[in-house]
């Protein structure tokens, strides 16, 4: 999937593209099953102006149409007694 699908998408929708969701897109796309934090953490270290809320509503954003899915993922850490 490319920056620009994702950004036609989301302007046929009705979504103003901003210089902040660009960058969000482009860090989401190149971070292949990143976790929230992670993606917000790359996000600032680009731009230190971006918040931590603007990362998280616009992933919410693009799971509502259908661009990411959200996975809960369950870290196992070994039982030395097993």
Same mark, same amino acid.
């Given at each position: 999937? &490319?920056?620009? #699908?994702?950004?036609?998408?989301? %302007? &046929?929708?009705? #979504? ?18 990143? &976790?929230? %934090?992670?993606? +917000? $953490? %790359? ?12 990362? +998280? ?12 899915? $959200?996975? *809960? ?5 070994? *039982?030395?007694?097993?």
């Amino acid at each position: 999937m &490319s920056n620009e #699908f994702v950004i036609s998408l989301l %302007k &046929s929708k009705g #979504f103003r593209i901003t210089k902040q969701r660009k960058l969000i897109i482009e860090v989401i796309l190149k971070s292949n099953g990143a &976790s929230c %934090k992670e993606i +917000y $953490h %790359k996000v600032s270290c680009k731009d230190s102006s971006v918040g931590s809320a603007t990362v +998280y509503r616009m992933i919410r954003l693009l799971e509502d149409i259908d661009i990411l899915k $959200h996975v *809960d993922m369950i870290t196992l850490t070994p *039982d030395k007694n097993l």
